[in-house]
T-cell receptor, first 112, second 113 residues
C-alpha cells in the first residue's frame, strides 16, 4: 500500500534555529497538507497546498512557517527561528481523488 | 463554530468486551466524517470514513461507525476488542468546501487482558 514518508522521525533543534521537515507524498496525489499535534493535544491543521501554491492555511501558519514542493516529489515545511512552543509532532498528509487522506508517521520536533 | 467533541478522554475495557467511542460534531455544511487510530509514536491510520449514503459504515480491523444526523454523532463501535486495539482514537470532520480536517481531542483506549 502506498505510504507518505516523513523524515526525520525525530528532530532536536535549538531555539532560534531554522528547521526543515521533509515529506514524500504518494506519487499520484495532488493535494498536500501539514498538521501538527502538540503533546497531549489534538491534531491541528496548518496548511494545504495544491498546484504549487497554498490553498488554505490556519491562523497558526504565520510568517514563521513556509512550505515548498521543490522537486516534484518532496514536500517540505520550514520553520524559521523556532520557539519552544513549536515542539510538536508534525504530520504530512496527501490526498488523491475524493477524500482519501493518507498521513505519514510524523516528525517529532523538540525545540530546546 | 466548527468543532468535534470526543467526550471520553480515557476508556478502559477488558479484552473481548464491546466498545463504543463517542464523537459529536458541530458543522455548518454537510459533514464528511472520519475515525483515525494512532498507536504510540505512530502516524494516523484511517479506520473508516463517511461521505454519504448508508449511515452505517464498515472499516478496517472490525470497526464500524454510525452517522446519526439528528444527534450530530458519529460513534465508533467494535463488538469484541483485542489487546492490539489499545491506542488513541481520533474523530475528524471535513467537508466538500474545505480542504482541512478538524480533529477531536482523542480518546485513549486501554485494554486489559
Amino acid at each position: 500500500e502506498p505510504e507518505v514518508t516523513q523524515t526525520p522521525s525525530h528532530q532536536v533543534t535549538q531555539m532560534g534555529q531554522e528547521v526543515i521537515l521533509r515529506c514524500v507524498p504518494i506519487s499520484n496525489h495532488l493535494y498536500f497538507y501539514w498538521y501538527r499535534q502538540i503533546l497531549g493535544q489534538k491534531v491541528e491543521f496548518l496548511v494545504s497546498f495544491y498546484n504549487n501554491e497554498i490553498s488554505e492555511k490556519s491562523e497558526i501558519f504565520d510568517d514563521q512557517f513556509s512550505v515548498e514542493r521543490p522537486d516534484g516529489s518532496n514536500f517540505t515545511l520550514k520553520i524559521r527561528s523556532t520557539k519552544l512552543e513549536d515542539s510538536a509532532m508534525y504530520f504530512c498528509a496527501s490526498k488523491g481523488t475524493a477524500y482519501g487522506y493518507t498521513f505519514g508517521s510524523g516528525t517529532r520536533l523538540t525545540v530546546v | 463554530a466548527q468543532s468535534v467533541t470526543q467526550p471520553d478522554i480515557h476508556i478502559t475495557v477488558s479484552e473481548g468486551a464491546s466498545l463504543e467511542l463517542r464523537c459529536n460534531y458541530s458543522y455548518g455544511a454537510t459533514p464528511y466524517l472520519f475515525w483515525y487510530v494512532q498507536s504510540p509514536g505512530q502516524g494516523l491510520q484511517l479506520l473508516l470514513k463517511y461521505f454519504s449514503g448508508d449511515t452505517l459504515v464498515q472499516g478496517i480491523k472490525g470497526f464500524e461507525a454510525e452517522f446519526k444526523r439528528s444527534q450530530s454523532s458519529f460513534n465508533l463501535r467494535k463488538p469484541s476488542v483485542h489487546w492490539s486495539d489499545a491506542a488513541e482514537y481520533f474523530c475528524a470532520v471535513g467537508s466538500y468546501n474545505t480542504d482541512k480536517l478538524i480533529f477531536g481531542t482523542g480518546t485513549r483506549l486501554q485494554v486489559f487482558p
